[in-house]
């Protein structure tokens, strides 16, 4: 009989930082690691969880932990993993430039690495990256404020840019994706940044954190904006959606007298699909972590039989060291329109959730 024994602390820093279940040893076809950045974002949690839920039912035994996101910490976790036995490890960096010795260690013990969702840079022994395809994700978040301001037919408005970590391979590729279909109207005025800020340098958000980007939207809102309206925001993702939206709810937008901006997400996460019901947050960009669960799984289980791991890109994601082996899956834009069918009907979502 297959039996499963989720060993949890009893202290809850320690249950936010490991999260552990392992298989009976009749069932057991070895042990794998998976390293994931945050126990703070729902969606990392899910992942986690997704990741070992589908590994299990492989009957591999799963070492998952979270790091909480203290980047520092997570290179001696997954070291920890493969002293324990672990014969592959799947990494969710909290910082893609933090594991290059951890790596090489990874490489003398012949244990094989996979990326997930986030780009390790700056090794050569990365073996396998599972994401999904990062530039087209900034693409549908482009062109949700292209249409909604109606830019291809004259529109015009002002707009602020928000990219995620710098430290995070995946921003770069959400926000040059995002570029690609918004740096015209702003070379030809349609769009005007009202900070002025555009590269990457001067719009990332460090760790990702919402409450910076808040922050750094309130101290606009009241100088840059206090007698202008502001038509539009490029945000990365849902978590700092949420947060950019609290900072212009709290000057007045929101009303019949001031419409909320157009304000893009990602991630698909449940409070931002409740935000877009409601006509507030106007979208978000759906990255089913199922699918992407199910494939790194599948790449496990390829490695761990002596196979190499099925991929469909070999020239996108180069680490600073190497082309990195990968497999794209493709995103999907949700909005008012569609939320239902692309998040209940899936069953990503059940209608009570929503």
Excluded: C
Aim: aromatic residues 8%.
């Amino acid at each position: 009989m297959n039996r499963r024994r989720l060993l949890l602390s009893l202290t809850v820093p320690a249950l936010l930082a490991s999260s552990r279940l392992a298989r009976a040893a009749a069932a057991d076809k070895g042990l794998i690691g998976v390293s994931m950045p945050t126990f703070s974002s729902r969606r990392w949690v899910d992942d986690g969880l997704s990741m070992m839920r589908t590994l299990n039912r492989l009957n591999y035994t799963v070492d998952l932990q979270y790091a909480v996101n203290n980047a520092a910490d997570q290179p001696g976790q997954v070291l920890k993993m493969m002293d324990g036995g672990a014969k592959v490890v799947v990494i969710g960096a909290s910082d893609g430039s933090a594991f290059t010795a951890v790596l090489d260690t990874a490489a003398k013990k012949g244990v094989k690495v996979i990326a997930y969702d986030r780009l390790i840079r700056d090794s050569g022994n990365v073996d396998a990256y599972a994401t999904f395809d990062n530039f087209e994700v900034g693409v549908l978040q482009g062109r949700d404020i292209e249409a909604r301001l109606k830019l291809r037919d004259g529109g015009k408005g002002l707009i602020e840019l928000f990219a995620g970590a710098a430290d995070d391979n995946n921003s770069h590729f959400f926000y040059n994706g995002a570029l690609s279909v918004l740096k015209p109207y702003i070379d030809s005025g349609a769009l005007t940044v009202g900070s002025g800020k555009v590269t990457m340098a001067e719009v990332a958000t460090p760790q990702w954190s919402g409450a910076i980007a808040k922050a750094r939207l309130q101290a606009m809102l009241k100088t840059l904006y206090a007698k202008r309206r502001l038509d539009a925001i490029l945000s990365p993702n849902d978590n700092t959606s949420v947060e950019l939206l609290t900072a212009l709810q709290g000057v007045g937008y929101g009303t019949a007298a001031q419409p909320w901006p157009v304000v893009t997400g990602q991630d698909a996460e449940l409070n931002s699909v409740r935000s877009i019901q409601r006509g507030e947050q106007s979208s978000t960009v759906f990255k089913d972590t199922r699918q992407l669960a199910v494939r790194v799984a599948s790449m496990v289980d390829e490695y761990m039989n002596g196979k190499p791991a099925t991929i469909n890109d070999t020239k996108t994601y180069n680490n600073g060291v190497k082309v990195v082996p990968s497999y794209l899956l493709k995103p999907v834009f949700v909005n008012k329109a569609n939320w239902q069918q692309v998040l209940v009907e899936s069953g990503f979502y059940q209608q009570g959730q929503i």
